[in-house]
């Protein structure tokens, strides 16, 4: 079979080295070469096949992803691949299974919230997957307040035990990952009950089925709670259900780090800090920003490639259409999004620094940056999560109809990622936890009180609420400075003008609630700046590489003028810049398209994507969409046969006008 | 089993009189009575159930839906149903099927194209479904771009025939609804080849299936193109693909009413006017406005009740905690959507109107309304179906991670609308022909010529240009006038900016493509000021029945003040309105939040939804929520076994450290 690459003339015009480009998009050549090998280990290995996913029964489906989760474990096992490449290769396997739960909650967080002898004796199981555990917070009834679960463990001193119950249908966990076939054990979340008080939420280790036949425990209902969005999607995840009837667990398996329970049935909390909870938090969260960033790009490559191989309109003289990637249209919409993507995996780079950063403070008992960090991670866990989940839509729609075709990888791309928007926080709460942090950093400001990090801008409040932008001509768009001083005067003053406002009302939890929608939006502008500032600290790094610093210029502006656009109303209504200055925001804009233009195919090969991990037909590397997409669909098991099961039951009968008599 | 209304204290508070507004939701009594008898009956009708459409897989799937679909017809020829009461039914089936393409599109194109001839022919055999037909446009390689088609029909003097054929890959129909498994019969578009002369695309029908065995006839390859996004949704339909090898059809089937080919291989022009396409475009755009409303409204509706049944923070000493539909935030997202879908349901019937009056405009060769008529309803296609695809997504959003279940019914009714934003016209295709059309009307005004229809506003260009608004109050803000002049200015300014920076392209060609993004958002915002005038026409006629005008105009005004806070940088830059001006419209809209609380179950309850038709647990009448999403969970195939088929070669093996020995 020949094979041309359909794609080389676009690839051809790229004005920058590609090669240079993937170790900064990797985020070092370590990181490059690790992801590079793990994902053709998982590219070039039939038995992580993914194609006929869309069509299997849940059933199937399911079975599958168990065979591929256990043959992952293998492979890593046999090779003994570090933690670094486990977690990279089960990343490329690409498919939601009990093991994220296992790896990404269950053990952060008995690492997190265990003690010592707890980590020795779970974690050491747990490393080995000789148990596999879930995190079971979420219920039927409660999920964003956390604080109202309804579960219970209430101390039994007699027996030095612990008794989960779920006194209610409303308290049956519900949503856990892994739970529903799975798991033989659980981290889950219950009030903790002695003698008659109620001490708020505490996690417990609970066994749930039995090692011997995997059937629950006594006491123990489990199942799984059904369908979810999309085909294969998130379908091939067991999110469960739970709920205990008076089941007893020993004393040590409540997780300790923070508080304990004594034999004698003494509630003490130990001088390890709460705070310590957020630490796991902003780690969580710094890998669902770097997902974001993972899975926007993937539907870029994909609506990228596709916006160059597809042609409509045009042609002159006979010759060939115009590529839709040359519509300006086309690349209003898809640019933003490539520059989204390369934002997001700046920032989630600079998230996993100061995850370490926070870890290292805490090691040595400072907690004055914490509530910075925490709300931080949390805007841009809402930020990120609602632009990707928009922006695989919106490159699912920029492929015209084909997009809607499941082996456009696009629907199952969608499916699976939208719950992020609102799993580990809903985005708006998320946003309004954001927006009490900036009320209160507000508040104090004048005070003398040292701002830090991320609020650091707040510090140049006098200049910044009544500044107005320098900028003059297009050109000036481009620099740094005028774009940050836009963005955090519009940042600063969405938010002062909130707390204004609040405290016009008649007391300020009302003046809050009152207010809320105008505090997300002051929460997302913020957030906003935080990315924007980040890319800019990236840009103006050392970058090696033949013309890669211009291409991530044009992007940072791509990324920070398509906002100015977006929200253009909170920049005018603020003052902070003029129309005037706004259309030659829009000017520029257009510029750095055209800029970007003869790039972008480089720019998503930069990502370093194989055709297996995109699976999508219209996003191949060598542009060969046509003849593939024809060939798969033969594959679908409509096409068994010619004349559909059903024919002569329901479709003959009506042709022929015998429907009084058929069987229907 | 008790039944309780667990939303009756929410359906006591409203203001209105639900059922009057049930009236004015469908138009008319006569409307309202039709839809609700037909949606009672195939409620009530066991053969239509669709509870466990997610988990079927594609061929019980679409086997279902032929059974369905023939036993529909049973039931529309049986009960004598009249042509609106069977296309009701079919609605109420909810369920993609080929007789949505035969009715929708294959016998409106003979109606539209064919000949008296052809009518008496074909039409005979369609309306009694003698014939099954589809219609055949798209190819492979060819969507948006109709006349870039590549099939070919040519003609043959010796045989009168003509030849269809498909010369290359990219040609093959590849869409077309209800071809790939069950069509007899399509409309297909092909060049007119005569004597090696290209006439461009025209129509013909061709009989695709034998009517004795359903057998592709000789030279007919066609099959199904595969699955599309989500379970159940759209995979119910047979989207195909179809090839011609040199596929012999006679002259007469050419649709021949606006041009024929004679005897002897004349290309002639009948005197009917070509744009009677138009006719028949305004007709199916208009029946996808009003189905915008039915699928926005239908979220909403699930939106609405759930937000009133969750709770989530805020009990005061153990009392209940708030509901999730008083939080600012929940209304601030979901308000306007419930406006949205009253303002297109008002508009869509508007459009029913604009589509008789052209037709009996056409009858009396009148055509001067005609391109507005055009315009307007493509543009409003494109609004309406891009705010209803994002509407569906953010109400499943609303519902936190629940709504993230098929039992939801929301991801279904996504996954089954969003193809409304690319078929019949690409969305943005779409508003950049509006956008030629108002670069057209821009570039006479001032040349006397008088503006009709949904420009008329135009024609006050003067006044538009340069005013500014007079709103001094929040109160100003519900004023129609106010809210009219503020969108009338913005859309003028808008389009009037465009044409001016087009003029100094150095052709306008080429000014166009470069400013196209901005067109497009000229021609949104001539959209929008449509919907709004259209609500605000609809409240300013009789509306009968206990506070249905005041309903309705918060409605409206939410529909009105919410796009103007989404677009503030429009209407600010444009000089329209104020900053000042901008936060009184903001402080409207909030009491209008509060106004329209404690009617927003009532002001679903009025769309008269049965719970067959919403396919929603938590859409549910009765608001029993939490029961009934417990027992549906146990009913997925998973639950069939507690121990999950694959355990023992997938599970227990990694457990037990035997992957090494294990056949994976
Ligand atoms: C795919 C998926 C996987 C999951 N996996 C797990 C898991 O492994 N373990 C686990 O424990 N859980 C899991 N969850 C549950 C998840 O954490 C919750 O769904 C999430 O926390 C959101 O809570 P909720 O569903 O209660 O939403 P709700 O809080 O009910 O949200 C409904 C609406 O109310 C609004 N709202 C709620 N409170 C407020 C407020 N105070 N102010 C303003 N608006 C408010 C929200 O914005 C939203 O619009 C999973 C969920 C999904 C979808
Ligand atoms: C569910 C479904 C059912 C369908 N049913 C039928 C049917 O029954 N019969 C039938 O014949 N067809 C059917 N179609 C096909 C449908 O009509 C086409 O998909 C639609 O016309 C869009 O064309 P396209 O796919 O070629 O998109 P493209 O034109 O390829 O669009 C790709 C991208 O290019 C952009 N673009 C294209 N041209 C321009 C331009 N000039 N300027 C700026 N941007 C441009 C678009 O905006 C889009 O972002 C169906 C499609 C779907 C998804």
New interface residues.
Partial sequence: MEEVDHLAHERNKAQFDVEAMKIVWAGSRHAFEVSDRMSRLVASDP?FRKDNR??L???EL??NT??K???A??RI??LHLSEEEASKLRFFVDEPAYTDLHWGMFVPAIKGQGTDEQHQKWLTLAY?????GCYAQ?E??????VQ?LETTATFDPKSDEFIIHSPT??S?KW?PGGL???S?HAVIYARLIIDGRDHGVHGFIVQLRS?D????LPGITI?????????GA?NTM?NG?LQFNHVRIPRNQMLMRVSQVTREGKYVQSDVPRQLVYGTMVYVRQTIVSDASSALSRAVCVAVRYSAVR???G?QDGGP?TQVID???????LFPLLASAYAFRFVGEWLKWLYMDVTKRLQANEFSTLPEAHACTAGLKSLTTTATADGI?ECR?LC??H?????SGL?ELF?VY??A???EG???VL??QVARFLMKTVSQLGSGKQLVGTTAYMQRAEHLMQCTSDVRSAEDWLKPSFILEAFEARALRLAVTCAKNISKAPNPEEGF??????L?EAAVAHCQLIVVSKFIDKIQGDIDGMGLKEQLQALCGIYALSLL?K?????????CIT?KQ??LA?EKL?SLYAKVRPNAVALVDAFNYTDHFLGSILGRYDGNV??K??E?????????S??????H???????K?Q??T?K?
């Fill in positions: 038995a869309a069509t029964s849940r059933k399911f079975k168990l065979r989760a256990a043959y474990w293998k096992v046999e080995k997957m000789q148990i596999i979420t039927l009834g409660h999920g964003s307040n109202g249908l409303t049956s949503w529903g076939k799975v033989t090692l036949d995997h059937l629950p199942g799984d709670i059904g369908m979810k969005f999309g085909n998130y067991d259900v042609r409509q309109f042609s259409e519509y300006k249209t086309q690349q209003s919409r839509e729609k015209g109809g997009g809607y075709l499941c082996s629907p499916a939208v719950p928007c609102t799993y809903d985005n708006t946003l309004l609630s009152q207010l809320s929608p105008d997300a656009h929200h253009l109303g909170e920049f005018l209504s603020t003052g129309p706004a259309a829009n257009r046509y003849p997409l024809y798969e669909a033969w594959k679908d098991p409509l096409n068994d010619v004349v559909p099961d059903g024919y039951e329901y479709v003959r009968p009506l042709l006008q429907l009084r058929a229907l």
